[in-house]
Nanobody
Framework: QVQLVESGGGLVQAGDSLRLSCAAS????????MAWFRQAPGKEREFVAT????????SYADSVKGRFTISRDNAKNTVYLRMNSLKPEDTAVYHC?????????????????WGQGTQVTVSS
């Protein structure tokens, strides 16, 4: 298992930007496919983005494509989610996840390690 801690959430207005960070510890970070998921109140956890082990390949949910960018720095054991042009419907708790899995895996069941989440609230 790898331990994950997210940061960078907050309250912003529609159209603003945020960058989430997720710091990993405990295992060899570069062995893991990394992903971001989000969960809004009353809704199921949904896939947002995933990045391959080396960082060279990324995949996004259609709802965030063109606005969000996932990246990783294996030297810093950190994965990022840059979120631009935020919309009220992006409001959710954002979780990062690590998995010894194939890429791209958009199923939360494929990830064995999860962070506690960081709240992102976008006002209209």
């Amino acid at each position: 298992q790898v331990q994950l801690v997210e940061s960078g959430g907050g309250l912003v207005q529609a159209g603003d930007s945020l960058r989430l960070s997720c710091a990993a510890s405990g295992r060899t970070f570069s062995n893991y496919v990394m992903a971001w998921f989000r969960q809004a109140p009353g809704k199921e956890r949904e896939f947002v983005a995933t990045v391959s082990r080396g960082g060279g390949s990324t995949s996004y949910a259609d709802s965030v494509k063109g606005r969000f960018t996932i990246s990783r720095d294996n030297a810093k054991n950190t994965v990022y989610l840059r979120m631009n042009s935020l919309k009220p419907e992006d409001t959710a708790v954002y979780h990062c996840a690590a998995g010894l899995t194939f890429w791209p895996n958009t199923n939360p069941g494929g990830y064995g390690s999860w962070g506690q989440g960081t709240q992102v609230t976008v006002s209209s």
